[in-house]
């Protein structure tokens, strides 16, 4: 089970960050993922970092997020910075182990 919380109200150029706790020991989870979805939108793929903190991301948002994880607290974060208005958008973090779940969103708003 993943439970994402952090986001809320911004400003553009500010910065937030999110968090993805895990029930269980995320060493067990060979990836964790952050997507985004725009209200009618396909969901996006955001960022991953792999067990072995392999991390990738997304072209729009490379330079700006960082994924990182700490293990001991079995939570993975992705901080924003440099936040732009179309970044705004429901995050989900998502674990890549057996045939994966979800976490429930959480709401970034970048107001102009």
């Known amino acids: 089970q993943l439970q994402a919380s952090g986001g809320g109200l911004v400003q553009a150029g500010g910065s937030t960050r999110l968090s993805c706790a895990a029930s269980g020991n995320i060493n067990n989870i060979n990836y964790i993922d952050w997507y985004r979805q725009v209200s009618g939108k396909q969901r996006e793929w955001v960022a991953s970092?792999?067990?072995?903190?392999?991390?990738d991301y997304a072209d729009s948002v490379k330079g700006r997020f960082t994924i990182f994880r700490d293990n001991a607290k079995n939570t993975v974060y992705l901080q924003m910075n440099s936040l732009k208005p179309e970044d705004t958008a429901v995050y989900y973090c998502?674990?890549?182990?057996?045939?994966?779940?979800w976490g429930q969103g959480t709401q970034v708003t970048v107001s102009s």
């Open positions: 970092i792999t067990s072995g903190a392999i991390k």
């Open positions: 998502h674990a890549r182990q057996g045939s994966g779940y």
